[in-house]
């Protein structure tokens, strides 16, 4: 079973950036699917992007289409969330997940593997 670590987040002004990365170890990670997930304080946690392990298709939910990117580099076992244009809204705990064999799901139940989560604030 592979084990993920996010790193990355902290706070930032609105309009302003950050990169998130997801750190695998512990299994082939360039065979799983993996996504972002973020969870807002008092709300459900929601999908924002994923990437499948064979094509590199990604997909993304509205909200962050045009801000946000996703990609990996399976020679370093790392994928990172590129986000720009930062929004208060944009504020959660963001979690790393990763599926074996997966592609780009937005489905949170489809996923078997989990990080921490790392905390990013934006300000107005």
């Known amino acids: 079973q592979v084990q993920l670590v996010e790193s990355g987040g902290g706070l930032v002004q609105a309009g302003g950036s950050l990169r998130l990365s997801c750190a695998a170890s512990?299994?082939?990670?360039?065979?799983?699917?993996t996504g972002w997930f973020r969870q807002a304080p008092g709300k459900e946690r929601e999908f924002v992007a994923s990437?499948?392990?064979?094509?590199?298709?990604?997909s993304y939910t509205d909200s962050v289409k045009g801000r946000f990117t996703i990609s990996r580099d399976n020679a370093k076992n790392t994928v990172y969330l590129q986000m720009n244009s930062l929004k208060p809204e944009d504020t959660a705990i963001y979690y790393c997940?990763?599926?074996?064999?997966?592609?780009?799901?937005?489905?949170?139940?489809?996923?078997?593997?989990w990080g921490q989560g790392t905390q990013v604030t934006v300000s107005s």
């Open positions: 512990g299994g082939i990670f360039s065979s799983y699917g």
């Open positions: 990437i499948g392990w064979s094509t590199g298709i990604t």
């Open positions: 997940a990763a599926r074996r064999w997966a592609g780009p799901s937005t489905v949170e139940n489809n996923y078997t593997n």
